[in-house]
Nanobody, 123 residues
């Protein structure tokens, strides 16, 4: 059973930075897309960023491109999301996700998710 554990959420002022981490376990195939989803208050869940392995090909939500960076360390089964220049609209619960396949269109729609970590960005 795949298990994903997030950490690193919190509260920050607009313009600030946060780094989310996710440690995964319970699988043997490490070539699946891994990344992050988020669900803003009162809105639907959306894919934020995914990264493939091998190759490190990334897939970003348009509104976070240039501000967020995703990376993964397969030796530690960990994926990171560096969030810079945060905006109030980035406020959401962020979920780590491991897709059933690659980082294609809506990769996150078929994925295992973690419990989530909250990010609050104040203006």
């Amino acid at each position: 059973q795949v298990q994903l554990r997030e950490s690193g959420g919190g509260s920050v002022q607009a313009g600030g930075s946060l780094r989310l981490s996710c440690t995964a376990s319970g699988y043997t195939d490490d070539t699946n897309c891994m990344g992050w989803l988020r669900q803003p208050p009162g809105k639907e869940r959306e894919g934020v960023a995914g990264v493939s392995h091998p190759g490190g090909i990334t897939n970003f939500l348009k509104t976070v491109r240039g501000r967020f960076t995703i990376s993964r360390d397969n030796t530690k089964n960990t994926v990171y999301l560096q969030m810079d220049s945060l905006k109030p609209e980035d406020t959401a619960t962020y979920y780590c996700a491991r897709a059933l396949g690659g980082c294609g269109y809506r990769w996150w729609a078929s994925a295992d998710w973690g419990q989530g970590t909250q990010v609050i960005v104040s203006s």
